[in-house]
């Protein structure tokens, strides 16, 4: 039976590497016994189970019928050359200079101001990058543009001022040389620029609209208006009455009479009424001298007769 621990000897260079705290026990180290995996233990293998040489086969074969996509062409180089920036950056830092008063500069000094441009202008990008990166945008805006701007001590006004005379000198038509002598010497020149004369504004008279009427001769509008005692407690913050000629006050209506015949229409309805009752109550009163009376109704009713009864009479 053998031991699950073999002694092996250490040499001197590992055991500076690795120090011993404990010299007189021996280093003992256990060989690694290869393994195998739950899924691919010896004697557990599934009936009809893929090997391993089995799946590298159909990898290969699959990567042969199937080959990796093409990789996306890199971008086409830009067309503007080194030369190219160099010579545009250089007739910028003319056109300033030719602004500014130069008639002549030295080479030295206008390459110098060419890497400074460019340098700046590496420095504008990555801070506008920057800002972009910081709002989760992949690419600058103009607001990014502005900060970045800002940050160099580069008011947006200023800016401003100079698009505008850029505009204004393009509506105009005049165009600034850019031919610059460079020599060693520095010679500024003061430009004077002219002004244009404008013409003062002249007001005319409109003739197209005819005058106000006069007002008239009752109209007394220089003093202050006369309030009457019913609006002399009103609040001040109120506005004023107009112009007493501007409003008039009517008087109230007077109550309506009742017309004459209307009156005598319900005069006569009246006595109609009360002539059809006279004629009703005549009709129903008893008499005993009615010729189409019962011929034995003075036998039967003979008690009625024995009192006279109380007629009215209407007048």
Do not use: C
């Not at 609006?231 to 001040?236: H, I, K």
């Amino acid at each position: 039976m053998s031991t699950p621990y073999a002694t092996y000897p250490v040499s001197t260079a590992q055991q500076t590497q690795y120090p011993n705290h404990y010299p007189n026990v021996p280093v003992q180290i256990q060989p690694t016994s290869t393994y195998y995996s739950p899924y691919n233990a010896p004697g557990t293998a599934a009936a009809g189970a893929p090997s391993l040489a089995s799946l590298t086969i159909q990898t290969d074969t699959y990567r042969q019928t199937h080959p990796a996509p093409a990789r996306p062409p890199s971008p086409p180089e830009p067309a503007i050359t080194p030369d190219v920036a160099t010579r545009a950056i250089r007739r910028v830092v003319e056109n300033e200079a030719i602004k500014v008063g130069f008639a002549s500069s030295d080479i030295q000094a206008v390459r110098r101001f060419e890497l400074e441009v460019v340098a700046f202008t590496e420095q504008l990008f990555e801070r506008a990058h920057e800002y972009a990166n910081l709002a989760n945008r992949a690419s600058v805006i103009p607001p990014d543009l502005l900060l970045a701007i800002t940050d160099f001590g580069i008011e947006p006004k200023e800016l401003y001022r100079l698009a505008r005379k850029r505009r204004t000198s393009q509506t105009t038509g005049t165009t600034e040389s850019t031919d610059m002598v460079v020599s060693p010497k520095l010679k500024p020149k003061k430009l004077v620029r002219s002004k244009p004369k404008i013409s003062p504004m002249q007001l005319t008279s409109s003739t197209s609209r005819s005058p106000s009427p006069d007002l008239l001769a009752s109209d007394d509008e220089s003093g202050p208006p006369i309030l009457p005692v019913s609006l002399r407690g009103l609040p001040p913050y109120l506005p004023q009455l107009p112009p007493k000629h501007t409003y008039l006050q009517t008087p109230a209506s007077p109550p309506k009479k009742a017309a004459l015949p209307s009156l005598e229409k319900k005069l006569k309805t009246a006595g109609l009424v009360q002539e059809s009752l006279k004629n009703l109550m005549l009709a129903t009163e008893d008499s005993t001298g009615q010729e189409d009376a019962e011929l034995l109704g003075h036998i039967v009713n003979w008690e009625m007769g024995l009192h006279s009864r109380k007629r009215w009479r209407l007048g």
